[in-house]
Structure formats: C-alpha cells, structure tokens
C-alpha cells in the first residue's frame, strides 16, 4: 500500500523559514516523480515544486522561485521542501504528491496524495 506522509507544517511569521518533509512507503521510491501542491481557500491547487525519481531534475515554480528548495533523501524515501522568507501569500495546505508519470505530476493528477500539512504564515 503506497502511503505518503508530510510532516513540518505549522505557523510562523513572514521572512520566516518552515521545512516539509514527505516520507514515501509501499513502492520503489527512485521509480517514481514527487511534487509539493498547495491550495489556499478558494483558490486552485499549485504545484510549488517537483523532483524527478532516480536522480532527474528539479522544478519550482515562479511564485517561489528563489525562496524555495526541493531535495530529496532517496536513502530515506523522503522528498524535502525547504521554505525561506515566507510570505503571508504562501499559507496554504500544503501536499506532497508521487506518480510513475512525470506527465501526471505535471498537470496535478498524481496517483498518490499525502493528507497534507498546514502552513501558515502571519504578517
């Protein structure tokens, strides 16, 4: 059974720093891609950043490129997501996401989901 489980959310100030962490079961952890999405209330979802499995590229987004960092850990099946000078704009929940198919990753339609951590960031 292919679980993902994020942990290292919480609430911090803005210009503050919070690091995710997904730890990743059940599967060939190299085999497969990972993304970190966010969704705010009413907005949509966001992939925020991406990793590509057995050592591929990584990706971030516009909206925080510069601020934030993805690494994973393949020794620990754990993908990270490293976040500095946090904005009140980055509150959201935020999830961690794994697919056989960079595609699927790609436009938000991973085949395993974790329940998500709340980040949030106060002015």
């Known amino acids: 059974q292919v679980q993902l489980v994020e942990s290292g959310g919480g609430s911090v100030q803005a210009g503050g720093s919070l690091r995710l962490s997904c730890t990743a079961s059940g599967y060939t952890y190299n085999r497969y891609h990972m993304g970190w999405f966010r969704q705010a209330p009413g907005k949509k979802r966001e992939c925020v950043a991406r990793i590509y499995g057995g050592g591929g590229s990584a990706y971030v987004a516009d909206s925080v490129r510069g601020r934030f960092t993805v690494s994973q850990d393949s020794a620990k099946n754990t993908v990270y997501l490293q976040m500095n000078s946090l904005k009140p704009e980055d509150t959201a929940m935020y999830f961690c996401?794994?697919?056989?198919?960079?595609?699927?990753?790609?436009?938000?339609?991973?085949?395993?989901w974790g329940q998500g951590t709340q980040v949030t960031v106060s002015s």
């Open positions: 996401a794994a697919d056989a198919s960079g595609f699927s990753l790609v436009v938000g339609q991973a085949a395993y």
